[in-house]
C-alpha cells in the first residue's frame, strides 16, 4: 500500500509538472502570436504607405529616328494609353505612328478648301480631342480625334478616327485681321473664340454649338483694342478669366464672365527686373498661372480674395531651373508641371507639394518638342537632330509631401495656408487637401475632453468604492458600472448625435451650470450633514451614505435645468449661444467637443473605474492597518499609503482609457459635425483619424494618393497609441519600483 501511494504520487507530480508545462508553453505561443499579430499589421501598414515616399521614375523605353522629312509640324501628341502619337503637318498632313517604333498606322489629309497652310492649332479640350486649325491666319476648322480599340489575334490595337463635329467648312472671322493668338472654350453648348490680331484687335464670339451641325452665325461679337502687344494669351476654361501678356512679363488680368461687358481687373508683373517671359501655361483648373523666365526661374501665380473681396494674383511658390526652359507642360489631370531645361535636363514639380520630385537628364541632345499623356505617365519628345524618344513616367503620388501632410499649404483660392483636409470634390480640376494635421488634432481634442470628464470620476468614484462604501453596496455598485462597459458605442453614439446633442443646444446655460452647481451642492450636502444630530446619522449604516447623495444630484440637476430659461433670460438676453458669439465670437455648433466629451467620458469611466477600483482594493490589509494603528487618520492612510501602493494600478488604468480614447470611432463619428478643423474651443466639433478612414476608406479607389494616405492616418494613430503604451509601462514600472517597498 505504501509502495503504492508513492507511485500515484509521482504521478500527480509528473502530470502537474506536464500540465503546467503545457500551459507555460500555451501562454508564451499565445502572447508571441498576439506580438507577431501587432507586428504584422505594422509592417502591413509600412507595405502599403511606403509608396507614397518613392521618388518618381523616369525611364526611357523607345527611341527611333523621325519618319519625317519636313519640319513643320503644327502640333504633335500622344493618346491616353501612350500607343499611338498623331502629328499634324502645316498642310494638313495628318500622320498617325507608333510610339514603339514609329511605324506608320494611318494617315489623313484635312482638305484646306483652298487654304494655303495651317499657320496655327488650338486645342478646345485640355485632353486635345478636339482641335481648331487655323488656316492662314483668317479661317478656322474643328476636327476631333478619337481612338476606337480594336481586338486583331487578341492583341489590343487603337484604330483613329478623324471628324469635323461643326462641319467641314471654313469658318471666317472677318472682324479682325490675321489671327495672332486664339484661344476657344466649350462649355456646354456654346462656343466661345477669343482672338487678337496683329493690330491689337481683341474679338470675342460665342456661338450656339451642336455636335454634327455647322455653326451659324454668333450668337455674340464684340471688337475691342488691347493695351499692349500681346505674346501670350490664356483663358480659364470656364471662359470667366482671361490673361493678355507680353515678353516683359507685364499681365493684364480680364474678368469675361460678362461677355458683352469685359472687365480690367489689375495689371501685374510676372517677372524680376531686367527678365523677360518666356513662357506662360495656366494650371488645371484655371486658377493659377505659371510663368517662367529666361533665367530659369518658374513661379505660380494663383487667384486669391482681398480684404475687399476683390479677386487678384498672387505669386505663392516656384522653383529654379539651372537653365532657361525649352519646354514647359501641365499635367492635364493634377497640379503639376513638366519641364525640360536647354541642357535636356526633366525637371517634376508638383504645386500643391511645393518640391522638386526629380531632376534627371532625359537626353544630351536639345529638345524642340514634347508631349505629355493625359494621365501623365507617358512622355514624348522630339530632338533637334531628328530624334524621337518615348518615356515612361512613374509619378503616383506627386502630392504627398512632408509639408502638404503636416505643414500649412497654401491653396488655390486661400488668402493664407492653412491645415486643411478635404479629400474629393466633384469637379475633376479639384485641388486635393491631405493635411493630417487637423485629423491628429481633432484625435487628441476628442481624447482630452473625453479624459477631462472622465478621469476625475471615474478614479473618485473608485476610490470610494473601494476603500469607503459598504461591501454590500460596493458588490451593487461594482458591476453596474462594468455593465456599462459592455454597451455598444455605436448606441452610445447614436443616442449623443440625435437625442442628447439636441438637449444640449436647448439648455447649455444648464448643462454648463452643471460643472458647478453639483460639485457646490454636494458640498453643501455634505456640510449639512455633517451637522446632522449623531444619533440620526447612525439610522443609515457605515458605508451606505452615499445612497443618500442619489435623489441629491437629481434634485440639482432638476433645479438646474427648471432655473436656467429664466436666468438665461435676464443675463443673456435669452440666447446664451447668440450672446457668446456677439461679445466673444465664439460660435456654437450642435454636434461639438461638448458632446463627445460626455459621450466618450462615460464611455471610457468604466475602464478607469474597473481597473482603479480593483488597483486600490487590492492593496494589502497589513499595511492599511499598520497606519491606522500607528494613529493615522483613514484619509492620511487614503492619500499616504494606499493611492500610493495602487497608482501603478491607477496609472495603467488612466493610460488604457486614454488608448480607447484616441482609437474611438463610432461616437466621434456620429456624435460630431466631422468637420476637420483646428479648434480648441468646446462649441466646435472635429475630425478624428478613426471617425476618417471609417468614412473614407469605403469610397476611395485602392491604391490611389488617398487610399495610402488613410492607410498611412491608420499608421499615425497605431503609432499614437504604441507611443501612450509604452509611456504608460515605463512609468508604471517605476512607481512600482519605487512604493514595491511600502
Known amino acids: 500500500m505504501k509502495h503504492t501511494s508513492i507511485t500515484e504520487q509521482n504521478w500527480r507530480q509528473r502530470k502537474r509538472a506536464i500540465v503546467d508545462k503545457l500551459a507555460r508553453y500555451t501562454i508564451g505561443l499565445g502572447g508571441i502570436s498576439v506580438i507577431f499579430a501587432i507586428v504584422l499589421i505594422f509592417f502591413y501598414l509600412l507595405w502599403v504607405v511606403f509608396p507614397l515616399f518613392q521618388s518618381p521614375t523616369v525611364e526611357l523605353k523607345h527611341q527611333f529616328d523621325s519618319p519625317f522629312t519636313q519640319n513643320d509640324a503644327r502640333y504633335q501628341a500622344i493618346d491616353d494609353s501612350g500607343t499611338l502619337a498623331v502629328r499634324i503637318q502645316s498642310d494638313g498632313m495628318m500622320v498617325f505612328f507608333s510610339l514603339e517604333n514609329?511605324?506608320?498606322?494611318?494617315?489623313?489629309?484635312?482638305?484646306?478648301?483652298?487654304?494655303?497652310?495651317i499657320s496655327q492649332i488650338v486645342k478646345v479640350d485640355a485632353e486635345g480631342r478636339q482641335l481648331a486649325l487655323?488656316?492662314?491666319?483668317?479661317?478656322?476648322?474643328?476636327?476631333?480625334?478619337?481612338?476606337?480599340?480594336?481586338f486583331v489575334n487578341e492583341k489590343r490595337t487603337l484604330i483613329p478616327m478623324v471628324t469635323f463635329p461643326y462641319g467641314d467648312e471654313l469658318i471666317t472671322l472677318e472682324a479682325i485681321d490675321h489671327i495672332k493668338h486664339l484661344k476657344i472654350v466649350r462649355d456646354d453648348e456654346m462656343l466661345t473664340l477669343l482672338a487678337i490680331d496683329q493690330n491689337r484687335q481683341f474679338l470675342v464670339q460665342s456661338y450656339l454649338a451642336e455636335s454634327g451641325y455647322e455653326l451659324e452665325e454668333?450668337?455674340?461679337?464684340?471688337?475691342?483694342?488691347?493695351?499692349?502687344?500681346?505674346?501670350?494669351?490664356?483663358?480659364?476654361?470656364?471662359?470667366?478669366?482671361?490673361?493678355?501678356?507680353?515678353?516683359?512679363?507685364?499681365?493684364?488680368?480680364?474678368?469675361?464672365?460678362?461677355?458683352?461687358?469685359?472687365?480690367?481687373?489689375?495689371?501685374?508683373?510676372?517677372?524680376?527686373?531686367?527678365?523677360?517671359?518666356?513662357?506662360?501655361?495656366?494650371?488645371l483648373g484655371g486658377n493659377s498661372l505659371i510663368a517662367a523666365d529666361n533665367k530659369g526661374s518658374v513661379r505660380q501665380w494663383s487667384l486669391q480674395r482681398d480684404d475687399k473681396n476683390q479677386y487678384r494674383l498672387v505669386d505663392v511658390r516656384g522653383y529654379k531651373s539651372d537653365q532657361p526652359l525649352n519646354i514647359?507642360?501641365?499635367?492635364?489631370?493634377?497640379?503639376?508641371?513638366?519641364?525640360?531645361?536647354?541642357?535636356?535636363?526633366?525637371?517634376?514639380?508638383?504645386?500643391?507639394?511645393?518640391?522638386?520630385?526629380?531632376?534627371?537628364?532625359?537626353?544630351?541632345?536639345?529638345?524642340?518638342?514634347?508631349?505629355?499623356?493625359?494621365?501623365?505617365?507617358?512622355?514624348f519628345v522630339e530632338t533637334v537632330d531628328g530624334q524621337f524618344l518615348n518615356y515612361a513616367v512613374s509619378n503616383p503620388h506627386p502630392e504627398v509631401s512632408w509639408n502638404s501632410l503636416w505643414g500649412k499649404v497654401q491653396y488655390e483660392g486661400y488668402n493664407e495656408p492653412k491645415y486643411i483636409w478635404q479629400s474629393s470634390s466633384s469637379g475633376n480640376?479639384?485641388?486635393?487637401?491631405?493635411?493630417?494635421?487637423?485629423?491628429?488634432?481633432?484625435?487628441?481634442?476628442?481624447?482630452?475632453?473625453?479624459?477631462?470628464?472622465?478621469?476625475?470620476?471615474?478614479?473618485?468614484?473608485?476610490?470610494?468604492?473601494?476603500?469607503?462604501?459598504?461591501?454590500?453596496?460596493?458588490?451593487?455598485?461594482?458591476?453596474?458600472?462594468?455593465?456599462?462597459?459592455?454597451?455598444?458605442?455605436?448606441?452610445?453614439?447614436?443616442?449623443?448625435?440625435?437625442?442628447?446633442?439636441?438637449?444640449?443646444?436647448?439648455?447649455?446655460?444648464?448643462?454648463?451650470?452643471?460643472?458647478?452647481?453639483?460639485?457646490?451642492?454636494?458640498?453643501?450636502?455634505?456640510?449639512?450633514?455633517?451637522?446632522?444630530?449623531?444619533?440620526?446619522?447612525?439610522?443609515?449604516?457605515?458605508?451606505?451614505?452615499?445612497?443618500?447623495?442619489?435623489?441629491?444630484?437629481?434634485?440639482?440637476?432638476?433645479?438646474?435645468?427648471?432655473?436656467?430659461?429664466?436666468?438665461?433670460?435676464?443675463?443673456?438676453?435669452?440666447?446664451?449661444?447668440?450672446?457668446?458669439?456677439?461679445?466673444?465670437?465664439?460660435?456654437?455648433?450642435?454636434?461639438?467637443?461638448?458632446?463627445?466629451?460626455?459621450?466618450?467620458?462615460?464611455?471610457?469611466?468604466?475602464?478607469?473605474?474597473?481597473?482603479?477600483?480593483?488597483?486600490?482594493?487590492?492593496?494589502?490589509?497589513?499595511?492599511?492597518?499598520?497606519?491606522?494603528?500607528?494613529?493615522?487618520?483613514?484619509?492620511?492612510?487614503?492619500?499616504?499609503?494606499?493611492?500610493?501602493?495602487?497608482?501603478?494600478?491607477?496609472?495603467?488604468?488612466?493610460?488604457?482609457?486614454?488608448?480607447?480614447a484616441v482609437g474611438e470611432t463610432m461616437i466621434v463619428l456620429m456624435a460630431t459635425g466631422n468637420t476637420p478643423i483646428m479648434d480648441m474651443s468646446i462649441f466646435e466639433g472635429m475630425r478624428t483619424l478613426s471617425a476618417n478612414i471609417a468614412v473614407e476608406l469605403p469610397e476611395s479607389a485602392v491604391h490611389s494618393?488617398?487610399?495610402?494616405?488613410?492607410?498611412?492616418?491608420?499608421?499615425?494613430?497605431?503609432?499614437?497609441?504604441?507611443?501612450?503604451?509604452?509611456v504608460a509601462e515605463v512609468v508604471r514600472q517605476r512607481l512600482r519600483e519605487r512604493y514595491s517597498s511600502l
Open 134 to 150: 487655323v488656316l492662314d491666319d483668317r479661317h478656322l476648322l474643328f476636327l476631333d480625334i478619337a481612338y476606337r480599340v480594336n
Open 705 to 726: 494618393t488617398h487610399y495610402r494616405i488613410l492607410f498611412l492616418a491608420a499608421l499615425v494613430l497605431f503609432i499614437l497609441t504604441f507611443m501612450f503604451n509604452t
Open 328 to 379: 514647359l507642360l501641365p499635367e492635364m489631370r493634377r497640379k503639376g508641371l513638366v519641364s525640360i531645361n536647354q541642357q535636356g535636363e526633366i525637371l517634376l514639380y508638383h504645386t500643391t507639394a511645393d518640391r522638386v520630385l526629380l531632376k534627371t537628364k532625359l537626353t544630351d541632345s536639345e529638345i524642340k518638342r514634347a508631349a505629355l499623356s493625359s494621365r501623365a505617365d507617358k512622355l
Open 429 to 660: 480640376d479639384f485641388e486635393p487637401k491631405f493635411s493630417l494635421a487637423p485629423l491628429t488634432f481633432g484625435t487628441l481634442k476628442a481624447a482630452f475632453y473625453a479624459m477631462l470628464l472622465a478621469m476625475p470620476l471615474a478614479i473618485m468614484g473608485a476610490i470610494y468604492t473601494a476603500y469607503f462604501m459598504a461591501p454590500k453596496m460596493r458588490n451593487l455598485v461594482k458591476p453596474s458600472i462594468e455593465v456599462m462597459e459592455a454597451l455598444p458605442t455605436v448606441i452610445l453614439g447614436f443616442l449623443a448625435g440625435l437625442w442628447f446633442a439636441p438637449v444640449v443646444e436647448e439648455n447649455l446655460l444648464a448643462v454648463l451650470s452643471l460643472v458647478i452647481v453639483v460639485p457646490v451642492g454636494l458640498l453643501l450636502f455634505a456640510g449639512l450633514w455633517a451637522a446632522t444630530p449623531l444619533n440620526v446619522r447612525r439610522l443609515v449604516p457605515k458605508g451606505w451614505e452615499a445612497a443618500l447623495l442619489m435623489p441629491v444630484v437629481i434634485f440639482i440637476i432638476w433645479a438646474a435645468f427648471s432655473l436656467s430659461p429664466g436666468i438665461e433670460a435676464v443675463l443673456f438676453d435669452g440666447n446664451i449661444k447668440l450672446w457668446m458669439f456677439e461679445n466673444f465670437g465664439i460660435s456654437y455648433d450642435q454636434r461639438n467637443s461638448l458632446v463627445v466629451g460626455i459621450a466618450m467620458g462615460l464611455a471610457v469611466i468604466p475602464t478607469i473605474f474597473s481597473i482603479t477600483e480593483d488597483a486600490i482594493f487590492s492593496v494589502p490589509g497589513h499595511l492599511t492597518n499598520g497606519s491606522l494603528a500607528l494613529g493615522a487618520t483613514p484619509w492620511q492612510t487614503l492619500t499616504q499609503v494606499v493611492l500610493l501602493t495602487a497608482s501603478p494600478g491607477i496609472f495603467s488604468a488612466v493610460m488604457i482609457g486614454l488608448g480607447r
Open 218 to 283: 454668333p450668337q455674340f461679337s464684340s471688337v475691342q483694342d488691347t493695351p499692349l502687344d500681346t505674346d501670350f494669351m490664356l483663358v480659364d476654361s470656364s471662359a470667366r478669366w482671361l490673361y493678355l501678356a507680353n515678353k516683359k512679363g507685364q499681365v493684364y488680368f480680364y474678368n469675361i464672365y460678362d461677355i458683352e461687358s469685359i472687365e480690367l481687373i489689375s495689371q501685374l508683373t510676372v517677372v524680376e527686373p531686367g527678365r523677360k517671359l518666356d513662357r506662360l501655361i495656366m494650371l
Open 102 to 117: 514609329g511605324e506608320e498606322v494611318n494617315r489623313e489629309q484635312i482638305a484646306l478648301n483652298g487654304a494655303e497652310e
